[in-house]
Antibody, heavy 121, light 113 residues
Framework: QVQLQESGPGLVKPSETLSLTCTVS???????????WSWIRQPPGKGLEWIGY???????SYIPSLKSRVTILLDTSRNLFSLRLTSVTAADTAVYYC????????????WGQGTLVTVSA | DIVMTQSPDSLALSLGEKASINCKSS????????????LAWFQQKPGQPPKLLIH???TRDSGVPDRFSGSGSETDFTLTISSLQAEDVAVYFC?????????FGQGTRLEIK
């Protein structure tokens, strides 16, 4: 059974870098390479915003509004993928979810439980 | 970017009533080559991640009760719950996966009256 679990600091200072990891279990290395792996965030009490994805066979795609600050990487040897968001502000406070989809034209079919990251001094 | 707009923002109905939630996309999400609409519906309960209910506008995901159905095409879509149950209290989101950036509707909060 595919499971995703986010991990990382729950508190980040303004102007610093947010770093999260999503550990994927129940999948093979081939599966890690054949699926798309996304990060999505949800500010408290608000809607969902897709941040970007990584696909082993085709690289990355990011939402334009965050493109200059975000990096998503995939480590198939450790079955995980990561999110790095630089120069954070209070507007980046959100629950961050990792999710899987079959390809760039498929819905998110597996999600992590989410992790709250607060940006505050 | 494709903007997804849901209506209403919130809905309060009695148990057993039919619920309808609408989603409108700013451009068509219909893919001519396979006659499919790249539109999904998700259910999110408090403290939980979204759960996929419907994909390709009308295909229920595995294990989703048949009281949930999706309809519509191109730019106008509807999620229908035929007979509201207590466990259906949640926020519902539509999402297009026709093109990046992938975008969601703002959500519709469904409550029991």
């Amino acid at each position: 059974q595919v499971q995703l679990q986010e991990s990382g600091p729950g508190l980040v200072k303004p102007s610093e870098t947010l770093s999260l990891t999503c550990t994927v279990s129940g999948v093979s290395t081939d599966s890690m390479r054949s699926h798309y792996w996304s990060w999505i965030r949800q500010p408290p009490g608000k809607g969902l915003e897709w941040i970007g994805y990584f696909y082993y066979g085709g690289g990355t795609s990011y939402i334009p509004s965050l493109k200059s600050r975000v990096t998503i990487l995939l480590d198939t040897s450790r079955n995980l993928f990561s999110l790095r968001l630089t120069s954070v502000t209070a507007a980046d406070t959100a629950v961050y979810y990792c999710a899987r989809h079959d390809d760039g034209y498929s819905p998110f079919d597996h999600w992590g439980q989410g992790t709250l990251v607060t940006v505050s001094a | 970017d494709i903007v997804m707009t849901q209506s209403p923002d919130s809905l309060a109905l009695s148990l057993g009533e039919k619920a309808s939630i609408n989603c409108k996309s700013s451009q068509s999400v219909f893919y001519n080559s396979n006659n499919k609409n790249y539109l999904a519906w998700f259910q999110q309960k408090p403290g939980q991640p979204p759960k996929l209910l419907i994909h390709r506008a009308s295909t229920r995901d595995s294990g989703v009760p048949d009281r949930f159905s999706g309809s519509g095409s191109e730019t106008d879509f509807t999620l229908t719950i035929s007979s509201l149950q207590a466990e259906d209290v949640a926020v519902y989101f539509c999402q297009q996966y026709f093109t990046t950036p992938l975008t969601f509707g703002q959500g519709t909060r469904l409550e029991i009256k």
